[in-house]
């Protein structure tokens, strides 16, 4: 401790307190330490350590959506999580961090729903075409419906009963992390 001016002090604070408060008080706010004899451990601090975030005994069963929040400016993943012998309301968002125990589970999500956003664009107007809405968008290109614009793709695929899955391709937009 070291004394500023006639009517204030500045305290050594714990680091964990430096960011948060202001080292220096004024002496009103300031009353003397007396160390207790009987037991000299009172004035230390006891700090509980951190510990990873326990899933209370549950088991996923599966990853049902993902979503990214912003807290304190930072940018985290969640998943939507079905536990096992629970009801859908009990379904809870996690963070990928804690969910460290089912990346199985994470991949399967990810797997199906490349695959579900695939087979749903089949014969659907994929980019969205003014000129062509869903219902009127032409299957082939012999149709009497006027051409896309020249810096569009196509608006339909042919059918849904010729086509595979496809992957999405490397020119759509990614997902922010």
Request: include cysteine.
């Amino acid at each position: 401790m070291k004394k500023i001016g006639k009517m204030a002090y500045k305290v050594d604070l714990p680091h964990w307190w430096s960011r948060q408060l202001h080292p220096v008080f004024h002496v009103s706010m300031l009353k003397p330490f007396y160390e207790d004899t009987a037991d000299p451990s009172r004035g230390q601090i006891k700090r509980q350590g951190l510990k990873p975030k326990v899933a209370r005994n549950r088991v996923a069963e599966a990853i049902l959506n993902d979503r990214v929040i912003t807290a304190s400016r930072k940018r985290h993943l969640e998943y939507l999580v079905k536990w096992q012998g629970h009801m859908d309301e009990e379904n809870t968002w996690e963070r990928v961090a804690d969910l460290s125990a089912y990346t199985d589970k994470i991949e399967a999500y990810h797997m199906q729903k490349v695959t579900r956003a695939s087979t749903a664009l089949v014969g659907e107007n994929v980019m969205g075409c003014p000129l062509h809405p869903p219902s009127t968008a032409p299957l082939h290109p012999s149709s009497s419906a006027p051409p896309c614009p020249s810096n569009m793709r196509p608006c339909a695929l042919v059918s849904s009963s010729s086509l595979a899955p496809m992957r999405p391709s490397s020119t759509a937009p990614t997902r922010p992390n």
